[in-house]
């Protein structure tokens, strides 16, 4: 985090470093990163800020980009990030799959973080050359997300991420989407979570949030 700066380096080329066999090496997370981890957290949540009624009435909005107008907070974000990847999911996936559009303000900076492929997942008509599709219902009707067919290569694992998690469909979506083009799903990881929504049971791989009620301060 960015009180331990050689501590999150440490993290990083443990990351990057190969093993006898001339393999990547899994990173590990020590007790040590554990608690880093969960230090990092509280500090994250407490530089969110709550907006009563927006967009629109009885919704108390969560806003996340205070955490990327500080430097110092921006790297405490992509530092609990890593941390929480190796703490859940105990390895690195080969690929970081965001989603349109707030998944694009951390998902390429983890994957250069973490020495992996960044691929992102958009609406319609926005990538060029083949894409595959998938259809997602939102409240009032059904819409689309895409990839192109070369952003994932067929065996390779892969982490979707996104701001938040409310009824799981786009997440869903996306994670159709990798196995369609032969991906391995690791998992998903968000900063938040509407849990009352219980969107992730749609969901077919372990899903992860970074920042809960028990943060709060």
Known sequence: MSDSPSSATAQQSSISDKDATGQLAQPSAPATGTSELSRAKM?????LRNFPDFPIPGIDFVDILPLFAD??????????????ILVAFARKPDVIVALDARGFLFGPSLALRLG??????????KLPGPTETAVYRK???????QMQKDAVAPGQTVLIVDDIIATGGSAQAAGALVEKLGGKLLGFLFILELDFLHGRDKLTAPAHTLLTDQYAT
């Open 43 to 47: 500090r994250l949540h407490a530089a």
């Open 71 to 84: 430097p110092s907070l921006h790297e405490t974000l992509i530092s609990a990030l890593e941390l929480q």
């Open 116 to 125: 992996c492929k960044f691929a992102p997942v958009r609406k319609p008509g």
């Open 139 to 145: 409240e009032y009707g059904e819409d689309l997300f």
